[in-house]
Each structure stands twice: as C-alpha cells, then as structure tokens.
C-alpha cells in the first residue's frame, strides 16, 4: 500500500462537474493499493497517518497531529502510486491491485479513518476526478506500508 499524504489548508474533488468531497485544513492522502496488500497494512498506514506530527505548533515546530489540530481528511483513490517505472517509460500497474479488491480497501480506509474519530471525506473510486488543493508549507510526505 502507497500514500502520498500532503498537508493543506484546503482540497477538494470534482467528478462531472460535481464537488464528491472537500475540507478545510487537514490532509490530503492518495491511496494505492497493491496486489499483496492486506487490512493489516492497511490498519497500521491509517494509524500512522492519523498520528503524524505534521503541523505546526506554537513555535513553528511540526509537533502536532491531526487530532490536536481539529482537522480533517480528504482520502483519494490512486492506483497510478503503484507504477512501476524501471523499464521503458510507459508505467506498468501490474502490481496495483485489481479494481474488486482495491475498492474493498480504500473503502476499508475511509471506514478505518472514521472509526478512529476524523471527519472524512472522499473522491470517487474509479472515476477520472479533478482534485484541487492549497498545500501548506508545502508538506508532502510518502508512506508506505
């Protein structure tokens, strides 16, 4: 499982026009899911992420986490975090995880997030989505898991 995590003062996702998903400050994560993946990883990359201490506190420090600032996550599916660029220069996903079993976990995530207390929000699986965003710092951070 990858993500690409960025913390921001706003984001949002559009579908057809259509705004699916937006919040305030929080973060942003893309989320890919590879063949191998399991709930497991996935339960342990959502924790991870939820406790990072990414924003800023009264010194300027990155020494808060997302629960002690109030904010908010904005989940996005993103198979194309799972490329394989070693060869040639056309990407191969044969390592991002089927569509069935990818949807059961980035659904899984939003779920994971929620259960663990955050406002949630989210783009649309398998849709082409326009995801606009203010990243603050700017922040962006990978993990895998």
């Given at each position: 499982m990858k993500s690409v995590i960025q913390r921001v003062l706003e984001a949002s996702v559009t579908v057809d026009?259509?705004?699916?998903?937006?919040?305030?400050?929080?973060?942003?994560?893309?989320?890919g899911?590879?063949?191998?993946?399991?709930?497991?990883?996935?339960?342990?990359?959502?924790?991870?992420?939820?406790?990072?201490?990414?924003?800023?506190?009264?010194?300027?420090?990155?020494?808060?986490?997302?629960?002690?600032?109030?904010?908010?996550?904005?989940?996005?599916?993103?198979?194309?975090?799972?490329?394989n660029l070693a060869k040639g220069n056309r990407p191969s996903y044969n390592n991002a995880a089927d569509p069935e079993d990818a949807v059961?976990?980035?659904e899984k995530a939003l779920e994971t997030f929620r259960n663990l207390g955050f406002h949630v929000e989210n783009g649309a699986f398998g849709q082409?989505?326009?995801?606009?965003?203010?990243?603050?710092?700017?922040?962006t951070l990978l993990l895998d898991s």
């Open positions: 026009g259509e705004c699916v998903g937006r919040i305030d400050r929080g973060l942003l994560v893309y989320l899911v590879e063949k191998e993946d399991s709930e497991k990883q996935l339960h342990w990359l959502c924790s991870k992420i939820t406790k990072l201490r990414v924003f800023d506190d009264g010194e300027g420090k990155m020494n808060l986490s997302l629960k002690d600032v109030g904010g908010s996550l904005l989940v996005v599916s993103q198979f194309t975090l799972c490329a059961v976990l980035y082409h989505m326009h995801v606009t965003y203010t990243n603050d710092g700017p922040v």
